[in-house]
């Protein structure tokens, strides 16, 4: 998972929706990385 993430990022967009789905992930997990949105 740790390699197609840093894949995701040598694209622009693709690293757009990687920090959405974390975003989301984060949501579900309660878990974001290391930013409070709450």
């Known amino acids: 998972m740790i ?3 840093l894949s995701w990022i ?3 967009l693709q ?3 990687h ?3 974390i975003k989301i992930y984060g949501e579900i997990t309660g878990y974001t990385l290391g930013q ?3």
């Open 3 to 5: 390699t197609e993430a």
């Open 15 to 17: 690293q757009h929706q």
């Open 19 to 21: 920090a959405k789905f």
């Open 36 to 38: 409070n949105s709450n």
């Open 10 to 12: 040598e694209s622009p």
